[in-house]
């Protein structure tokens, strides 16, 4: 049993005399929604994120941000992604579409990520209920169509006490339209300057409203193009702003090569690739005075992956009695992406699954040199593409009601919550490993001079196999028997399926209302139960889980679970209109959660809320939170990846950690890092030229947090229309789900010296590389994370209009983690690192005057580093920390990074609104990062691409 200390005891004992006292059930979380007349003799009760209490005031102890369907539309977003990726709380994108490498059923989704904690550690809500998941517990946001969007409420506290899991960083709420009356039209068109990237999103929402009750429609279609690599600076080459030649270009390329004499040779463009003395030269590698036999994986790479959605929402709600309705909620998205990378780079000396290696065979009718040889081959012909596709069913339903006793008045619900995902991955451009042995396998001159494999006397039909010239194509040898010849395709290149589906079923009930009267005000209180399910199923295709084929080998993932969980809220008035005492109250909330995976938790929450004047509210929580193991943690199947930027610090020039003892007792002292192809690194960093593997844990347990908040909401009555929110907050996340990465361990190894991480790979005996390396999900180390929030909003009238600034900002004063239990391991900062920007700004200003209307948009990412991959770039050369064990980790800064958004609009007299705007209207591009954050390329995956210009009409019928 999990039980948060002592905060937890203290609350339960607090709130128990409420829920003795009533017999209650409860379920999904309530959300902020439209506001519900109870009578014309009571007030108005409305529901409160972060709270499952109907209230009369929407100021909470907690910290609520939210964006309503017109600072969306001033933006000129067309996405409920945009609206959170570009909110200063926001991390890096899970996911971004600029990951393309990126493998899993996750791929194609969109995520959020509050505080950089991680998409799985926020919490999203449609009005008040859980979105469905994935098996890695990812909720995605595409299924949301932007056009039934009333507002968004982003909860920036821990909320583990009212909703569940995952609420460690906070929650997000999407509040959809509902009682809408009439006909909208919206259409929207963009793209960049390069012609590319173009969005198109239309949209059309309809309503009616009667007596009793309303129905709100909406459908929407939107697309959103791709943009290639090789069309921008920063992407086109894996080192844009340097000559370095062989980290731009690969010698394992589209030119066929062979191994023979020591020496590696590629067929002369022109030429008939068949008599070695006359056809053939030594391959040469790219220099300044050409780029020789070698090629740029980048031109055949997305840099933006293109993305399209077909959705369709219906609200609607009916009085069946005198405070008794029906309400309901359902969606349906169709969503599908695609993916390409650069053709895979064959290597025969690699292993896949039971083949070990092989060879261009002696007697292939394509070998020049009539003896076994190694060969590397990239399939350029055949670039690799996943297309992903999923279909998104969820539907709410529920009874509600409210009744009085007395005076006392209650709010009940009771209903269910069904969600459904099918997804398929349709993949190609991987070769079949055992087909691809054959096809290079013996092979002759038929009298019908067609070649095919075997020999004469014992001839494989060309029914059962294709012979392949991995050394032809591009001008060298013929087009038959290459890898533009699509009979080759066909054997070489079978077309894989993963599929996957993940259901969540709920069925919930709560009342809520009010207990009795005390001098300051009404204790209010509410209470539920929630019963929750989990099934999931992501089964990669049969050749991938069998290791034939040069795709990432991974087995299927299949699992469930289920909960029950009872949570008891309560709402005390402490004093109210006195001296710097105008009111100060008191939220307790408590939650048991019991778990057929692990067991059982209860995490509880304290806030206080004091308003010493009307014009200021001080406000303070405490709270414990959890996140549970997901079925893909607990029960997914092994996968391999080939790992990018892998740092080796024992290597002899660039290793952090060459030449200390550690490293010694494990390589030579002149031991070099090999990258693909088997040759040595030119920077610290590369890509592995033998996979890793990862894997789940059936025995994880779930990660705990523990979350203070303080802040202030000021509304000073000397300044009209300025309000000044701050919010300092700090979470502690413990027993963290750490998914290991391969850097993280070597490091640990021979930088950290924690013997128990060297114990988790071993080295090639030959050649000394990291040959075998398993890594997995385990609970173990913490995280730490600290900062403030501050939002300044004012509107000014004047004469010439009305300006208006809106100004938020978050700084993160830490970001501090480690991956081991090991008490005498250092905590590694994350802050002014990478993606973990210390400052996020926005500042919004507009102007309104009549019809028309400006808004200007500054977004704000502070400086940031990585470590250094060349020697002159690198303006901390001598940077080391405890944390590094006083070990010279030299570090490179670049400075901050600001975008610059515009729009004009009009309110024309025929109901219709016309923006045109500019999305980094000065084309700023951000700095060159070889740590790739968030991305497969040398660029940040968060930041813009580009201007993007773009133009919005909305009509009202």
């Known amino acids: ?275 070695f003395a006359n056809d053939f030269h030594v391959q040469q590698a790219a220099s300044a005075s050409g780029l020789g036999d070698t090629s740029n994986p980048n031109e055949q790479m997305h840099l933006l992956t293109p993305l399209s959605a077909r959705s369709l929402y219906l609200s609607s709600n009916y009085e069946l009695a005198e405070n008794v309705k029906f309400t309901s909620d359902i969606g349906y998205t169709n969503r599908s992406s695609t993916r390409q990378i650069a053709g895979y780079p064959l290597q025969s000396a690699s292993t896949f699954g039971a083949v070990s290696g092989w060879f261009l065979d002696a007697n292939s009718y394509f070998n020049p040199v009539d003896t076994n040889v190694r060969f590397t081959r990239r399939g350029w012909e055949m670039p690799r593409t996943t297309e992903s596709k999923q279909d998104t069913l969820r539907a709410t339903a529920a009874l509600e009601g409210s009744f009085d006793i007395g005076e006392r008045y209650f709010d009940w619900d009771i209903g ?51 012979p392949w010239n991995p050394l032809a194509g591009f001008g060298a040898g013929s087009e038959a028997n290459s890898l533009s010849d699509p009979a080759v395709q066909a054997f070489l290149f079978p077309t894989s399926h993963a599929r996957g589906e993940t259901t969540s079923s709920i069925f919930f009930a709560n009342i809520g209302g009010l207990l009795f009267t005390l001098p300051a005000g009404d204790v209010t209180f509410a209470v539920g139960t929630e019963h929750r399910k989990e099934e999931g199923v992501f089964s990669p295709d049969a050749l991938a889980q069998s290791g034939m084929t040069t795709t990432l080998a991974a087995g299927p993932t299949r699992g469930t679970y289920d909960l029950d969980e009872y949570y008891a809220e309560l709402n005390v008035p402490i004093l109210a209109d006195m001296d710097f005492a105008k009111e100060v109250s008191l939220s307790l909330a408590s939650r048991y959660s019991d778990y057929s995976s692990f067991g059982d938790t209860t995490n509880s929450k304290i806030g206080l809320k004091w308003k010493p004047v009307d014009e200021l509210l001080v406000r303070a929580t405490m709270s414990e939170g959890f996140r549970a193991p997901t079925i893909s943690n607990l029960y997914g199947g092994g996968s391999q990846s080939f790992v990018t930027g892998f740092i080796d610090p024992c290597d002899s020039v660039y290793g952090v950690a060459k030449g200390t003892a550690r490293c010694l007792q494990d390589v030579p002292a002149d031991y070099r890092q090999l990258q693909q192809g088997f040759i ?195 303006s901390i050369p001598d940077f080391k920390a405890d944390w590094t064990n006083d070990v010279v980790t030299p570090y490179n800064r670049y400075g901050s990074t600001t975008f610059n958004d515009v729009q004009f609009s009009y309110h024309a007299p025929w109901e219709a609104r016309i923006s045109v705007g500019a999305n980094n209207v000065f084309e700023k591009q951000g700095p060159i990062m070889y740590s790739q954050p968030s991305s497969n390329f040398a660029y940040y995956g968060g930041f813009d691409i580009g201007r993007f210009w773009y133009v919005r009409y909305e009509q009202k019928f």
């Open 416 to 466: 269910g919550l069904y969600s459904q995902s099918n997804t398929l991955q349709i993949g190609r451009g991987d070769f079949h490993v055992p087909n691809t042995v054959l096809a290079t396998g013996p092979s002759f001159m038929t009298a019908q001079g067609i070649v095919q494999c075997g020999t004469a006397a014992n001839p494989i039909p060309l029914t059962r196999c294709v």
């Open 1 to 275: 049993m999990f039980t948060n200390n002592k905060l937890s005891k203290a609350v339960r004992l607090a709130v128990a005399f409420g829920a003795v006292s009533t017999v209650a059930f409860t379920g999904a979380a309530f959300a902020q929604d439209a506001a519900k007349e109870e009578s014309a003799e009571k007030v108005e009760r409305i529901d409160v994120t972060g709270s499952r209490i109907r209230q009369t005031d929407i100021e909470t102890a907690q910290p609520v941000f939210t964006m309503d369907r017109m600072d969306i539309a001033n933006q000129g977003f067309t996405s409920v992604t945009d609206i959170l990726q570009n909110m200063s709380s926001t991390g890096a994108p899970p996911i971004s579409r600029s990951s393309v490498l990126s493998s899993g059923e996750g791929v194609g989704g969109n995520y959020a990520n509050l505080r950089n904690l991680g998409a799985n550690r926020t919490l999203v809500l449609v009005n008040g209920k859980r979105l469905g998941i994935t098996t890695d517990g990812l909720q995605d946001l595409s299924a949301i169509p932007m056009s039934m969007v009333e507002r968004v409420d982003v909860l920036k506290d821990g909320a583990s006490t009212i909703y569940g899991s995952d609420a460690m960083a906070g929650v997000v709420n999407i509040i959809t339209r509902k009682d809408f009356e009439g006909l909208e039209l919206i259409a929207y068109t963009g793209e960049y300057d390069q012609g590319d990237g173009a969005k198109t999103n239309v949209s059309l929402v309809g309503g009616v409203v009667g007596e009793k009750g309303s129905i709100t429609w909406g459908a929407e279609w939107r697309d959103e193009g791709e943009v290639w690599a090789k069309d921008r600076e920063f992407s086109k080459l894996g080192r844009p702003d340097r000559e370095d030649y062989s980290s731009n270009y690969t010698l394992v390329g589209q030119y066929g090569r062979f191994s023979y004499n020591g020496q590696w040779w590629v067929a002369d463009r022109p030429s008939t690739a068949s008599d």
């Open 680 to 874: 040595p690194t030119t920077g610290p960093a590369a890509q592995t030229p033998v996979p890793f593997n990862s894997g789940s844990n059936p025995l994880l347990q779930p990660e705990t947090s523990e979350t203070t908040t303080v802040g202030f909401v000021w509304s000073p009555e000397f300044v009209e229309n300025l309000n000044v929110v701050f919010d300092w907050w700090n979470i502690k996340i413990e027993d963290t789900m750490v998914t290991d990465t391969a850097n993280a361990i070597v490091d640990d190894c021979y930088v950290g010296l924690i013997e128990s991480r060297c114990a988790m790979f071993s080295r090639d005996p030959v050649n000394h590389i990291v040959s075998n390396l398993t890594y997995g999900l385990r609970n173990a180390g913490m995280t730490k994370t600290a900062g403030f929030d501050l939002g300044l909003a004012y509107k000014y009238e004047t004469e010439f209009g009305t300006f208006g600034t809106n100004w938020n900002s978050t700084y993160i004063e830490k970001y501090d983690s480690k991956s081991t239990n090991d008490p005498e391991a250092l905590l590694t900062p994350s802050v002014g690192y990478g993606s973990t920007f210390r400052v996020r700004s926005n500042l919004g200003l507009s102007w309104n005057l009549g019809d028309f209307g400006v808004n200007w948009t500054m977004r704000y990412y502070s400086s940031t580093k990585e470590r250094c991959y060349y020697t002159d770039k690198c």
